[in-house]
């Protein structure tokens, strides 16, 4: 019962979410998606490049509701088209010398 309950929020939430995204640790660029089936058909598409990239996928109804709930994540590069993630992701955009350090 609590599975069946658990699997009608889920189907809930997909409806409400306008935009998904899609993220790699190995950059700070983004993946934006308009539906689950664009981000089912991106996501199997990036692991076949780059099958050791680690993913998460995260869903909102639009980039500032994303940002609102994910203040951690820096969202200022978006892709629009899955090529441009992946060679993002193959050539990440490396941090000057001396940011980042502590």
């Known amino acids: 019962m609590l599975i069946s309950y658990m699997n009608e929020n889920i ?5 409400v979410m306008s935009r998904l995204y899609i993220k790699s640790s190995a950059t ?3 993946l934006e998606l308009a539906s689950s089936k664009e981000a089912k058909v991106a996501y199997a598409e990036i692991k076949e490049s780059l ?3 680690s993913l998460a996928v995260f869903g ?10 994910h203040r951690h994540l820096n969202t200022s590069q978006i892709s ?5 993630f992946i060679a993002a ?3 990440p955009v ?3 010398e ?3 350090a502590i």
């Not at 189907?11 to 409806?15: L, P, S």
């Open 80 to 84: 629009k088209t899955v090529p441009e």
């Open 94 to 96: 490396k941090e000057k």
């Open 89 to 91: 992701l193959r050539h």
């Open 98 to 100: 001396g940011e980042g």
């Open 28 to 30: 700070e660029n983004f």
């Open 51 to 53: 099958p050791e990239v």
């Open 60 to 69: 909102a109804k639009d980039l500032s509701s994303l940002q609102r709930s």
């Open 11 to 15: 189907q809930e939430r997909v409806i």
